[in-house]
């Protein structure tokens, strides 16, 4: 009996030996390993050389790019066909002989006026695949015109199409920007008969505010080697196809100040309304201002232009023209600045 006795004791004796060790002992080696693991940097951190190694701050996680940027922004609304509409647009279409006779949009059908074309685009089979039909780092572009020739046993099917945005110029707008692609096919006629574009800034009576910088006409060449900034496309039925590239266009507006004035874009087919001729365009609103970055005691500065005009990533041979015209509102004199891209 006593040695059950005495066993009993040195077990009892062992467990509470045990637990004073995991009351009194455990938590000094968890304090002791917190410490540890405190003095310990945290990971993915950088290092500035002290007599201790100090932690900066984690290093950022590299930011994924923007797989749609945006190069080009407008003040107004939709001029740039953003909303993948004709909002705030107007339309309207008809013949060579009674332009712009039916309101509206003459979008379905098998002879399609107005086309809504969003980015990427495609190469237009009518320039050879020579243009891409949506400008580099546009969301979206409107075709303005019909690509069909029509015997001339057919000729009731309207070959015209216009559009009309209003501007309201306020400092937001004072620069105004529009872009066009032209692709024309020549009929053999005259010039007065041959298809054609147009591009107009006028009031809200139609008066042109600068025959200089703010019109543009031209008609289909009658035929042979393609004038300067031009291109041919050989082989399309029945005749051959003139087509010029992206070409962007700024208008200073600051004169008309509190107007509205318009930009009017009209493309048509031929006087028979037989052969073919259509844009593709686009427009802009930019406060005319250059903004300027500049940290003290810097020896440089940072020009950023409008963002509506074209960036001018590997040089300006990426953009096959620009045209600006500046109006002096004190005067009658219009001076326009132009720079043809080869």
Same mark, same amino acid.
């Given at each position: 009996m006593d040695a059950l006795l005495s066993g009993t004791r040195m077990n009892a004796v062992k467990i509470i030996a045990f637990l004073t060790f995991l009351f009194l002992f455990q938590p000094c080696r968890r304090l002791a390993a917190q410490e540890k693991s405190e003095a310990m940097p945290p990971p993915e951190s950088t290092y500035?050389? *002290?007599?201790? =190694?100090?932690? =900066?701050? %984690?290093?950022?996680?590299?930011?994924? !790019? /923007?797989?749609?940027?945006?190069?080009?922004?407008? #003040?107004?609304?939709?001029?740039?066909?953003?909303?993948? /509409?004709?909002?705030?647009?107007?339309? %309207?279409?008809?013949?060579? #002989?009674? !332009?712009?006779?039916?309101?509206?949009? #003459?979008?379905?059908?098998?002879?399609?006026?107005?086309?809504?074309?969003?980015?990427?685009?495609?190469?237009?089979?009518?320039?050879?695949?020579?243009?891409?039909?949506?400008?580099?780092?546009?969301? @979206?572009?409107? *075709?303005?015109?019909?690509? =069909?020739?029509?015997? !001339?046993?057919?000729?009731?099917?309207?070959?015209?199409?216009?559009?009309?945005?209003?501007?309201? $110029?306020?400092?937001? #707008?004072?620069? @105004?920007?529009?872009?066009?692609?032209? $692709?024309?096919?020549?009929?053999?006629?005259? &010039?007065?008969?041959?298809? &054609?574009?147009?591009?107009?800034?006028? &009031?809200?009576?139609? $008066?042109? =505010?600068?025959?200089?910088?703010?019109?543009?006409?031209?008609?289909?060449?009658?035929?042979?080697?393609?004038? !300067?900034?031009?291109?041919?496309?050989?082989?399309?039925?029945?005749? &051959?196809?003139?087509?010029? /590239?992206?070409?962007?266009?700024?208008m200073d507006l600051t004169a008309y100040s509190g107007q509205t004035v318009y930009i009017n874009f009209k493309a048509r087919g031929c006087y028979y309304d037989t052969h073919f001729g259509y844009a593709y365009i686009s427009a802009y609103c930019n406060p005319m201002a250059i903004q300027l970055s500049f940290c003290p005691d810097s020896t440089t500065a940072t020009l950023t232009a409008p963002r509506a005009l074209p960036p001018t990533r590997g040089g300006a041979r990426d953009f096959p023209g620009l045209r600006s015209g500046q109006r002096n509102p004190s005067s009658s004199t219009t001076r326009c600045l132009m720079i043809f891209i080869m």
């Amino acid at each position: 009996m006593d040695a059950l006795l005495s066993g009993t004791r040195m077990n009892a004796v062992k467990i509470i030996a045990f637990l004073t060790f995991l009351f009194l002992f455990q938590p000094c080696r968890r304090l002791a390993a917190q410490e540890k693991s405190e003095a310990m940097p945290p990971p993915e951190s950088t290092y500035k050389l *002290r007599p201790q =190694l100090m932690p =900066l701050g %984690a290093r950022p996680k590299p930011q994924m !790019p /923007d797989p749609a940027p945006k190069f080009f922004e407008t #003040s107004c609304p939709n001029s740039d066909f953003s909303n993948g /509409d004709w909002t705030n647009w107007t339309g %309207a279409y008809g013949f060579f #002989s009674t !332009p712009g006779i039916f309101p509206g949009y #003459s979008s379905t059908g098998s002879n399609i006026l107005h086309q809504i074309i969003p980015a990427p685009g495609w190469q237009d089979p009518f320039t050879c695949y020579g243009l891409n039909n949506v400008f580099p780092g546009e969301n @979206f572009v409107t *075709r303005l015109g019909d690509t =069909l020739y029509i015997p !001339p046993t057919n000729t009731t099917i309207p070959k015209e199409g216009e559009m009309r945005y209003a501007i309201n $110029v306020t400092p937001d #707008s004072y620069l @105004f920007i529009y872009r066009y692609a032209i $692709v024309l096919q020549t009929g053999g006629h005259s &010039d007065a008969e041959q298809p &054609d574009f147009k591009v107009q800034i006028t &009031d809200a009576a139609g $008066v042109e =505010l600068d025959p200089t910088c703010g019109s543009y006409h031209i008609a289909a060449q009658y035929g042979g080697a393609p004038i !300067p900034g031009w291109h041919l496309c050989t082989g399309v039925y029945p005749m &051959d196809v003139y087509w010029k /590239d992206w070409t962007t266009v700024g208008m200073d507006l600051t004169a008309y100040s509190g107007q509205t004035v318009y930009i009017n874009f009209k493309a048509r087919g031929c006087y028979y309304d037989t052969h073919f001729g259509y844009a593709y365009i686009s427009a802009y609103c930019n406060p005319m201002a250059i903004q300027l970055s500049f940290c003290p005691d810097s020896t440089t500065a940072t020009l950023t232009a409008p963002r509506a005009l074209p960036p001018t990533r590997g040089g300006a041979r990426d953009f096959p023209g620009l045209r600006s015209g500046q109006r002096n509102p004190s005067s009658s004199t219009t001076r326009c600045l132009m720079i043809f891209i080869m």
